[in-house]
């Protein structure tokens, strides 16, 4: 049990940072949310409380901060403007968050910054670790604007870790509840050609890994947080289809998603890359859900 370390949270109203929150509250810690929203009454716990700004942060000492805020990927069509949204939102979080701990008297000792597989682009076969490269792309550049700010940190001493996220599977939010209307109405099956590939994690073994991050004074730098068995898109839709007993065989031809989500669907659903969590596993990490199958049957 942790003696109540405080953390700041940023994005700790969404999907994962709900369920972050709530973990890392049941493992002892004294968790802070920083949200847009009105701040007042939403605590609904003596270890949650929220804010909606860094100057009316308590004066207290910060074990670690975690970042994930940002606007939602899939919220509008990706035109120019709303590009520009989404890198902004995370970039000028970061760099807020950045002059508030370089203004506190003694700066975290852990700094857990939020990324995404697609910091690594498009890839087709190969398989990906924190040490390969990246394909070009606006995926790339989006998770490699918030990564590069985040290590302006670096100079200061705090464990630095960032999370390149993968497909966060859960029942209550990301792409799963989105999936599922068509897979039981036995349409999900294969995007384009299904061949490429997700890499997926449970939001349970999402939140063991933040709390592994926090934990483990040896962990900093880049982290994968991905399950160890990534699956072709169209084995996934089949998987899927077989835990709700309904047929994925009917296709999503690439021009229709194109058509329906426009370059959204390009990026991150009809081409994908097959990441491994390297340096989860070299740190000790052991997933409760290696694999898809036992993940869906809990979630669905
Ligand atoms: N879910 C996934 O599968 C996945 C995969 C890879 C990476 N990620 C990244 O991990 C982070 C958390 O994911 P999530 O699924 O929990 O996201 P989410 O449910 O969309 O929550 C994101 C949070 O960011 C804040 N936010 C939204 N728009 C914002 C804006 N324009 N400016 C500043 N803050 C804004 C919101 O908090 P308030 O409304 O309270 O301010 C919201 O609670 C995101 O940055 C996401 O891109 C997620």
């Not at 099956?189 to 994690?201: A, C, I, N």
Request: glycine share 8%; proline share 5%; charged share 20%.
């Amino acid at each position: 049990m942790k003696t109540h370390n405080n953390l700041l949270i940023t994005g700790g109203t969404g999907f994962i940072g709900r369920h972050l929150s709530e973990h890392l509250v049941d493992q002892g810690y004294r968790v802070t949310i920083l949200t847009r929203e009105a701040a007042t009454d939403r605590s609904n716990s003596d270890h949650i409380s929220y804010v909606s700004s860094l100057e009316s942060l308590p004066d207290v000492n910060w074990y670690g901060v975690i970042n994930l805020a940002g606007e939602p990927l899939d919220k509008a069509r990706w035109s120019e403007e709303q590009k520009s949204r989404i890198i902004n939102s995370r970039v000028s979080m970061t760099a807020r968050l950045n002059v508030w701990i370089r203004n506190l008297p003694t700066p975290p000792q852990v700094y857990i910054s939020g990324s995404a597989i697609g910091w690594y682009g498009h890839w087709v076969e190969e398989s990906l670790d924190e040490d390969s490269a990246f394909h070009e792309g606006f995926s790339h550049q989006l998770c490699d604007a918030w990564e590069r700010e985040a290590n302006k940190l670096a100079d200061l001493g705090t464990r630095i870790c960032t999370v390149r996220i993968g497909i966060v599977l859960g029942a209550d939010g990301g792409s799963l509840p989105a999936m599922l209307l068509p897979a039981k109405m036995g349409l999900g099956g294969p995007m384009g050609s299904g061949d490429q590939w997700w890499s997926w994690v449970h939001i349970v073994d999402a939140v063991r890994c933040f709390e592994m991050l926090l934990d483990n004074p040896q962990a900093k730098g880049v982290f994968n947080m991905t399950a160890p068995r990534p699956e072709r898109q169209g084995d996934f839709a089949r998987t899927l289809g077989k835990q709700l007993r309904r047929p994925a065989i009917l296709p999503l031809p690439s021009f229709m998603a194109k058509l329906m989500l426009g370059e959204f669907a390009e990026e991150v659903l009809l081409k994908g890359q097959r990441v491994l969590p390297k340096n989860l596993i070299a740190a000790g990490f052991t997933f409760k859900y290696p694999a898809l199958s036992d993940a869906l049957r809990n979630l669905v």
